[in-house]
């Protein structure tokens, strides 16, 4: 791959050249409290001069940042090379048919954050097929006839998600680390990386086959898809190897060990590497420097790269990455943009010689504009106090992005409105104090209302009035025992609270499935409850795991209870309406000694299925009898 540089192009995206100039100085510690002015200049993305400066830079500001036991000093233990996944809505609305061969029939999807930005998940279905992926295979079930029709060896390590467009599926792999222990210093030595993410597109028109395979490096963030085409988020950090010193007690001596190690590797370390395998043919190259903008401020230990692959090639190519200098770690997106949050916990103090207070919790944030199968556009960055819980802490609504943060230290918690100015998200209104003492659980936007979930031992439930993005207002609250972790709309005025009861100290007792009425924004009520004690859900975290199916009023919760005798796996199904009744409790076949985990709920025409590791199960939508077994093993 060519190393062109193109010089003061930002992204491919429009910056002015006037930005284009090398930061002197990059600040390791930032002020206390910055100014406004100095926050938005330190968010503005800018290229680096050559791939020369972009080296020297990153390396200089590894150095500020690295700890004595590497890139993330808490963990108390060398930095080894690796790859992980992070995991991390108003689907399951009845769809209409699609296109193709078969009848289609009504179905849900996948339990997203907004419509139009469809999320990777462990099964997609069009109402025809349903396509899984599940310990390292990809399985094809006709619905009409509840048969396989379908399998695939991914012959892939590490956590699997799959899309859906057409009779194409895109496999996301967040890769694994293969047991190996870099053994060597870098000096004169190719570094040895560790397997790392992968994209495989698969076409189903028949037997399902891999036609093209994209390997990256680094982790998995996130991805979302739009029409056809998805947009995939890795984040990489330097292929740096730092020594272990098992003896070396001193930390002082331990972090001059690490930026030793720093300045020894070589360039080659920095840029993230891809390999695209179509058939018999293999193409690889690096990140292009010119690709790859800067704010003012970062730790250089992380660069996140946004690929763009459209379902309808033949072939996904290298995904003509945008990339940043940053540690974004949460994803959110709708029909139209991109955002990118990165948390800034390297900021934190966590090493020798560095005041604690002198370093804020704040998130930093990038919007990218979409359009059809074009890499995303840069638009706009800012920055918020505090720390995300999650994406649905962010909303994009009426041209304005609305923000639910915690900060740790002063524990406070606020919802903030912003709005473009340029190239800049700017504050336009703040409604701050909420919980005071807590933190956030959870949070949900819907329209211009908001609702936030603060905890330590009640669980207030906060109306927000968001109407006017420069007054955002607190409109009324709810103080009930347990916490809600997830916040479902269910229809209008109506809200689900997945999460725990506790007790008066604030002692987790099971799982909790509270039924809102929000329709007085002063008076927020719990109409009725569900509690199983001894319980937790995936819901809980994970909001792929819970189905609403409006047109029976169902909702469906995976759940886990423990006890003295073991543990043990069912879906509860509810039903809902003015109160919660269980209607049923959905197993599967135990396959060995203990029940399998159900992890994902659909409804396809009159069946409802659920998925575990073990197989899939399809019952009959309204006496929940069961149907059809379609264990994992063939």
Not at 199 to 211: H, R
Not at 425 to 451: A, M
Not at 487 to 506: N, V, Y
Request: proline residues 7%; glycine residues 10%; contains cysteine.
């Amino acid at each position: 791959m060519s190393r062109r540089l193109m010089l003061c192009t930002v992204l491919a995206l429009t910056v002015p050249l006037a930005g284009c100039t090398s930061d002197p100085d990059p600040r390791p510690v930032p002020p206390a409290v910055p100014p406004a002015t100095t926050a938005a200049a330190a968010m503005r993305l800018v290229a680096f001069d050559s791939c020369e400066q972009l080296i020297a830079d990153l390396r200089k500001a590894a150095k500020a940042s690295v700890g004595p036991y590497g890139f993330g000093g808490d963990m108390g233990y060398p930095e080894v090379l690796s790859s992980g996944a992070r995991t991390i809505a108003d689907s399951a609305a009845a769809k209409g048919a699609v296109p193709g061969a078969g009848a289609p029939q009504t179905y849900s999807g996948t339990n997203v954050h907004e419509q139009g930005a469809d999320e990777p998940d462990l099964v997609k279905t069009d109402g025809r097929r349903i396509v899984t992926v599940s310990q390292g295979h990809l399985r094809v079930v006709d619905a009409a006839t509840r048969r396989e029709t379908g399998r695939l060896d991914l012959d892939t390590p590490g956590q699997v998600q799959l899309l859906l467009a057409g009779d194409r599926a895109l496999v996301l792999v967040s890769g694994g680390y293969l047991g190996r222990r870099l053994a060597e210093k870098w000096a004169g030595v190719a570094p040895v990386r560790p397997e790392g993410p992968q994209v495989l597109l698969v076409d189903l028109s028949g037997a399902p086959k891999i036609v093209s395979r994209y390997r990256g490096e680094g982790n998995l963030v996130d991805a979302r898809m739009t029409g056809s085409t998805a947009r995939i988020v890795l984040r990489t950090t330097p292929q740096i190897m730092f020594p272990d010193a098992p003896n070396v007690s001193d930390e002082k001596k331990r972090l001059a060990v690490n930026r030793a190690a720093i300045d020894r590797a070589p360039a080659s370390a920095w840029l993230p590497g891809w390999k695209v395998t179509d058939g018999t043919q293999t193409t690889e190259g690096n990140v292009d420097c010119g690709r790859v903008s800067r704010p003012t401020d970062y730790s250089g230990g992380s660069l996140v790269s946004i690929m763009t692959f459209d379902l309808t090639r033949p072939a996904l190519g290298s995904g003509d990455p945008v990339t940043i200098v940053a540690d974004g770690d949460t994803v959110y997106g709708t029909a139209d943009s991109l955002y990118l949050a990165s948390d800034q916990r390297w900021r934190l103090d966590r090493f020798p010689g560095r005041a604690p207070k002198a370093v804020r919790e704040q998130t930093d944030l990038y919007k990218f504009t979409i359009q059809g199968n074009q890499p995303p556009v840069y638009r706009a960055a800012g920055v918020v106090p505090g720390f995300l819980i999650n994406q649905y802490a962010l909303s994009e609504w009426d041209g304005h992005l609305r923000v639910a943060t915690t900060d740790g230290r002063t524990e406070r918690s606020a919802v903030r409105v912003l709005a473009e100015q340029g190239d800049r998200l700017v504050q336009t209104g703040v409604v701050d104090g909420l919980g005071k003492g807590e933190r956030i659980y959870s949070v949900r936007f819907i329209g211009d209302r908001g609702y936030v979930v603060t905890f330590k031992q009640t669980d207030p439930l906060y109306s927000l009035d968001l109407s006017n993005p420069a007054r955002p207002a607190v409109t009324g609250e709810l103080k009930i025992t347990g916490y809600s972790a997830h916040l479902q709309p269910i229809g209008e005025d109506r809200l689900i609270g997945i999460g725990q009861e506790a007790d008066a100290q604030g002692r987790r007792q099971g799982t909790q499935v509270s039924l809102f009425d929000v329709s007085d924004p002063a008076n927020p009520k719990r109409l009725a409850q569900y509690h199983l004690p001894e319980a937790f859900s995936d819901a809980e975290y994970d909001p792929h795991a819970l189905l609403w199916w409006p047109a029976t009023n169902l909702l469906v919760v995976p759940v886990t209870t423990w006890g003295r005798t073991g543990s043990d796996s069912a879906a509860l199904a509810l039903r809902v309406t003015d109160g919660i009744a269980l209607a049923d409790q959905i197993t599967q076949p135990e396959t060995a000694a203990y029940p399998p985990m159900i992890q994902r709920s659909l409804v396809v025409g009159n069946a409802l299925w659920t998925l575990s590791e073990a197989g899939m199960q399809a019952s009959d939508l309204s006496t929940m009898d069961r149907l059809t077994w379609l264990p994992s093993t063939s």
